[in-house]
């Protein structure tokens, strides 16, 4: 309760005493709140804020019959600005405090006789050893027994309170029931048990709290004493987290149905973080931001629980990247690497392709042993549906998680996913494991964060958005990293997407994130539009590990590549203003249409390492540069298709080695020369 509303009380409370009315404003009142407790249709109407008080009190003074002890309750209650109960409650709370006795309330389904509180009256006062003085409220909710609830302690022997416990139970021991007959019993067993030995469950402020206002999402909580920022808090049959911490009360996000809370409603503490399952029981499953599974395929059977917020990995756990996790894509691999336990950007417009590039990431990782996860952070859930069902058809939901938090669940959900994923992801990097982790996309993620800082009255900063949300994504990120050999030299290599508008990379969400990561893959508006698919930007793209994270192959025919790109947009714009140009030029411009085009690359096809060094190697001997620009994705395909049915030696070779050594590079030359000039004669041959 409020100390505004407890003032309102005490002034009510003295000015009775001072009248020398205690007494007959006690009893007055407490005749009043019994009629509120008893008559539900009677309490609707003084709750109801659009009817007058004059009214109210009209229908108060017909049965009070005392119009100054009347006037001077409705007196208070309009500077209050409260509901009647709440008033009449803490004035009967200060009353009976001043005179040395505890005030509470027993709850109950229906109104018990005054014998019946008289003698719980006196069972609460030998436990509490001193007075105790309760009103009867009605409480359909507990389904049948009583519940007490007496300033910070409560009683608690209702019938709904013992079947939530009997639900927490068959969940916590999911695992051990391998049938629906065992869980059967267990009920079973657990109901013929009902009643023997009275069981009345005791908790104190410590451990329990009332919900005191609820709405949007958020609810405010008195009691708790012992609460922790991020505990799980329990209420009813939903749940809620700690965001807040005040001096008279917490505030916490529902991570379920607000209709299923209402104020009054008690909240226990759990003493522990939300946590998540984790280990192979989630590959090739689509769960939602608490773990649970939303395909329909059943319950995840694992006995691993991770907690969604870990401390990341020290200096000293560290090694340093310098293994390559491909892409598939030619463009990236060969310019932008990224290495296992890098934290890799894509960061782009709506509708560039940002997408499509994580997914062709996690395409391109079957059959190399890791494991993928996709959280997908406000999408629609039909579009997360159809990549679901891509994944599938190409083999790729055998060793990737989908971590779903879709645009239409509550915003505490969004803001819990990422971290849910990630945990999910540690489990099997400490395991020495290899994983790669999708966050699409982090702008909705800050979206999501900065909706329930706001409605937790939180100061916003730039933007609107808290002054913690730079904290917000790093202490994501950072938990990926590529683990010491000590540690089993595990992996976690995270590709976090963010939108940008209008291209403005220097945004506030953005540049966080940048700051944050190990580079960026930039993705082009005007590039996307013209066809140039991946629309990588090369110019604005980095990555801060570099050439450590490719392999001598790659590192040998990639060198040049993102040169000889800057030469030719410099000299692309240059000729521009002028129709002659000199030979030097036009070769420039002519290799470089080339090399645009054999970077070109349709969606779901990624390219396998081997490949990708024949093609680039073809394009760094200028092999490309006798191919017209229209016939480079053909000459691509007929190419590969020739290397793989006539030269599959080399292939294997550059697979197994990824090393160009002199030998097999005269063997790579010579096999790419014959079918260029192969290939030109049977293209001249048509026309």
Not at 440 to 455: E, G, M, N, Q, V
Not at 473 to 496: D, F, I, N, Q, V
Not at 601 to 627: G, N, R, T
């Amino acid at each position: 309760m409020s100390t505004d509303l407890r003032q309102h009380a005490r002034d009510l409370v003295d000015l009775a005493l001072r009248e020398g009315r205690e007494l007959k404003y006690t009893v007055l009142l407490t005749l009043l709140n019994d009629a509120l407790n008893a008559n539900s249709d009677l309490k609707e109407f003084f709750e109801d804020s659009r009817i007058p008080l004059e009214e109210k009190k009209a229908k108060a003074l017909s049965f009070l019959r005392d119009r100054e002890v009347t006037t001077e309750f409705f007196r208070t209650l309009a500077v209050a600005e409260c509901s009647a109960s709440a008033l009449l409650n803490e004035y009967l709370d200060t009353y009976y405090e001043g005179k040395g006795i505890s005030f509470g309330t027993v709850y109950s389904i229906r109104m018990l006789e005054r014998e019946t509180v008289a003698e719980i009256e006196k069972a609460i006062s030998g436990k509490l050893d001193k007075p105790v003085k309760l009103q009867n409220c009605l409480d359909i909710s507990l389904i049948g027994g009583v519940k007490v609830v007496i300033g910070d302690k409560i009683w608690d022997g209702s019938y709904a309170t013992r079947i939530n416990r009997l639900r927490n139970q068959l969940y916590a021991d999911e695992s051990v029931y391998h049938t629906e007959e065992e869980m059967t019993a267990a009920i079973h067993k657990y109901i013929e048990n009902v009643g023997v030995g009275d069981t009345i469950y005791t908790e104190s402020s410590d451990t329990v709290g009332v919900v005191s206002l609820v709405a949007d999402g958020i609810v405010h909580i008195t009691g708790l004493n012992n609460a922790m920022a991020g505990e799980l808090i329990k209420i009813g049959n939903t749940s809620a987290m700690v965001m807040n911490l005040e001096s008279e009360s917490i505030g916490a996000v529902l991570l379920g149905d607000e209709d299923e809370v209402v104020e009054g409603d008690a909240a226990h503490s759990t003493g522990k973080i939300i946590e998540v399952p984790v280990g192979d029981a989630l590959l090739g499953r689509v769960v939602n931001a608490l773990g649970k599974p939303v395909d329909g395929q059943g319950a995840i059977r694992t006995a691993d629980y991770y907690p969604i917020e870990r401390p990341a990995p020290g200096v000293i756990n560290r090694e340093s990247v310098n293994e390559p996790l491909e892409t598939g894509l030619k463009v990236i691999d060969s310019m932008i690497p990224i290495g296992k336990g890098q934290r890799e950007l894509i960061i782009g417009d709506r509708q560039t392709g940002k997408t499509a590039i994580a997914i062709d990431t996690i395409l391109n990782q079957r059959g190399k042993n890791v494991k993928c996860i996709y959280v997908a952070i406000g999408q629609k859930a039909s579009y997360v549906a159809q990549l679901v069902q891509k994944l599938r058809q190409e083999g790729a939901m055998n060793y990737t998680t989908v971590v779903l938090s879709s645009a239409s669940d509550l915003p505490s959900l969004q803001y819990i996913a990422p971290y849910a994923g990630c945990a999910i992801g540690e489990y099997w990097m400490e395991h020495g494991q290899d994983v790669l982790i999708v966050y699409d996309d982090l702008s909705k993620h800050a979206i999501a964060y900065r909706t329930l800082s706001l409605l937790l009255r939180r100061p916003p900063g730039r933007e609107a958005y808290p002054g913690d949300v730079f904290y917000l994504h790093s202490r994501l990120l950072e938990r990926s990293a590529k683990l010491s050999k000590e540690l089993g030299g595990g992996t976690m290599t995270a590709l976090p997407i963010v939108e940008t508008l209008a291209g403005d990379i220097s945004a506030y969400i953005p540049t966080n994130v940048i700051s944050i990561t190990d580079g960026q893959i930039f993705l082009q508006t005007e590039m996307f539009n013209s066809g140039f698919r991946p629309a990588v930007d090369s110019g604005l793209s980095v990555s801060r590990v570099g050439s450590a994270a490719q392999s001598k192959a790659m590192k040998k025919v990639s060198g040049s590549l993102k040169l000889e790109l800057a030469q030719y947009q410099e000299v692309l714009d240059f000729a521009q203003f002028g129709s002659d140009l000199d030979p030097v030029t036009k070769r420039t411009i002519q290799h470089g249409q080339r090399l645009m085009a054999l970077l070109k690359q349709p969606q779901y096809s990624p390219a396998s390492h081997e490949d990708q060094v024949v093609m680039l190697y073809s394009a760094q001997k200028k092999l490309l540069d006798l191919i017209e620009t229209e016939n480079v994705a053909d000459y691509e395909r007929s190419l590969l298709m020739e290397m793989h049915s006539s030269h599959l030696g080399i292939i294997e070779e550059i697979k197994e080695k990824r090393v160009l050594t002199p030998e097999l590079e005269k063997k790579l030359y010579d096999a790419i020369e014959k079918f260029t000039n192969r290939y030109r004669l049977q293209k001249a041959s048509r026309f």
